[in-house]
Every structure is written in C-alpha cells, then in structure tokens.
T-cell receptor, first 112, second 115 residues
C-alpha cells in the first residue's frame, strides 16, 4: 500500500542512451513533481504537473520530459543521457487543497 | 525565483540537548515552509510545516518558528535522541491553491547526535 512508488530503484546505463523512470501515486493526489538530488544532496525541482499545467524549471535541459498518462502517474523520460545526469530522482505528489508534498523512494541513476 | 539559505551545514549535539537549524528565504510572496528529514538512502519525509499566517507550530519534540518580516524560519528539536540523526532540509514555496508549485530547498543540515 505504498503511497508514492517509483521504478526502477536503481538504473545503470551508458552515455547517449534513452531511459524512463516511472512514478505512481495511490493517494488520489492531482499534482505530481520530479526532483533531482545531486551528489551533494542538493534537492532541486525539475517539473511540477497537474491536469492543467506543466511548470518546467528553466534550468532543466530539454532532454528531460515528463509524461503523464493519467492523474496517478508521472513518468520521466530522459534522452541522450550524460554523465552529469547521474543523481537520485525523486517523484512527489500533493493534493490541490493541501500544501504537503509526499516523496517516492527515489531512483538512483548512474550514467557510465 | 525563490532562494533558500540554510545553516549550519553540519550540527553536532549531545544526546538530550536541543538542536536549532535556521533558514532564510528571498521571495516575500512565499507562504508555505515545510521541513523534511532524510535518513541515509531514504526518501525525504515531511516532519513539520508552517504557513505564513502562523508564527509558531509545535509537534511533540519539534517546533518551527517563522518571522515573515525578517524572512527566516527555524526548526527546533528538543531532547534529541540518536534516531534524530539525519539530514534536515528546509523548503519554501508560494502555494496558490490549485497550482503546481515546486518546493525550493535549502542545502540541508547534517544533524549528528552524539551519545
């Protein structure tokens, strides 16, 4: 009965590959997010998305794209992976009437 | 955009003592300030939060204070225990209701509880 789940937990891939990370929430939330945590543990918002708008952090390369098949899912697709993309990626969700954001377990991406 | 500064980066306290972590934010429009605890290899977990219409909030051994004029907020942990050892993050955002607002995080404080 995990509230926010992500797959895979670990992802090791080579430079230049394309990969996706999946996120699902069963909380009935309508807003989902992707955060990146770098090697120094700094957490940074990448995308915010509800059924009305997508907000993209301007510093995120356009190789990254969120895809939402429905309200319970927000997947992250990454093209042409680079070494600097290595990080832990966290999905989160919240309800529009509430302020609280709840995080998934994270996906550790390693690009070699 | 919003910028959040957090201090100290590392804090070591004796078990049973109090710990205080401080954050400042730049955008006076921000109205929601959560604190997250992250244990090694785990997800950030929300431990307490405060909204801009409140000056202080307490939950058992943890409390958060907010000074809107000075644009700073603080986390207070009393009677610290070994399980309090973790990295703590403050964050800020403008919550506008119905919008998708991401959190701007501070760089984190590694809290070490010495036995």
């Amino acid at each position: 009965d995990t509230a926010v789940s992500q797959t895979p937990k670990y992802l090791v891939t080579q430079m230049g590959n394309d990969k996706s990370i999946k996120c699902e929430q069963n909380l009935g939330h309508d807003t989902m997010y992707w955060y990146k945590q770098d090697s120094k543990k700094f957490l940074k918002i990448m995308f915010s998305y509800n059924n009305k708008e997508l907000i993209i952090n301007e510093t995120v390369p356009n190789r990254f794209s969120p895809k939402s098949p429905d309200k319970a899912h927000l997947n992250l697709h990454i093209n042409s992976l680079e070494l600097g993309d290595s990080a832990v990626y966290f999905c989160a969700s919240s309800h529009y009437r509430s302020y609280e954001q709840y995080f998934g377990p994270g996906t550790r991406l390693t690009v070699t | 955009g919003e910028n959040v500064e957090q201090h100290p980066s590392t804090l070591s306290v004796q078990e049973g003592d109090s710990a205080v972590i401080k954050c400042t934010y730049s955008d006076s429009a921000s109205n929601y300030f959560p604190w997250y605890k992250q244990e090694l290899g785990k997800r950030p977990q929300l431990i307490i939060d405060i909204r801009s219409n409140v000056g202080e909030k307490k939950d058992q051994r943890i409390a958060v204070t907010l000074n809107k004029t000075a644009k700073h907020f603080s986390l207070h942990i009393t009677e610290t225990q070994p399980e309090d050892s973790a990295v703590y993050f403050c964050a800020a955002t403008l919550y506008s209701g119905g919008g998708a607002d991401g959190l701007t995080f501070g760089k984190g404080t590694h809290l070490i509880i010495q036995p």
